[in-house]
């Protein structure tokens, strides 16, 4: 797996490495995979998780479920009346970062 430093064009902060291996197992150990995959499609936050960034990763993981996972991205998305839950997330995982630090596992 290549790990890289990930940019978002526009953005002022970065939101991290790519997925660690260790963080891609997690993920998929935790969650039905399929389910986790169409969920970062459908949200339009990644295309595969392998694209999730360790930051984004970790940030999914804290959750119980992937439907609380939806819930939140959703209820934050009514909260700033956007239904473009992906720009959503990378706002949501930025403010982790920059008011809470990155989240560990």
């Known amino acids: 797996?290549?790990?890289?430093?990930?940019?978002?064009?526009?953005?002022h902060i970065a939101l991290g490495?790519?997925?660690?291996?260790?963080t891609f197992f997690s993920l998929k150990d935790k969650f039905n995979e399929k389910e986790l995959r169409e969920t970062v499609r459908e949200f339009d936050i990644a295309g595969e998780l392998q694209a999730l960034t360790e930051s984004e990763a970790r940030y999914i993981l804290?959750?119980?479920s992937i439907d609380s996972f939806r819930s939140k991205i959703i209820g934050e998305g009514k909260k700033q009346g956007s239904d473009e839950y992906g720009?959503?997330?990378?706002?949501?995982?930025?403010?982790?970062?920059?008011?809470?630090?990155?989240?560990?596992?």
Do not use: N, R, S, W
């Open 1 to 11: 797996m290549d790990f890289k430093i990930l940019t978002c064009p526009g953005d």
């Open 17 to 22: 490495l790519a997925i660690k291996q260790k």
């Open 62 to 64: 804290k959750f119980g």
């Open 87 to 105: 720009a959503v997330f990378k706002e949501v995982v930025q403010y982790q970062i920059v008011y809470h630090g990155t989240p560990h596992q």
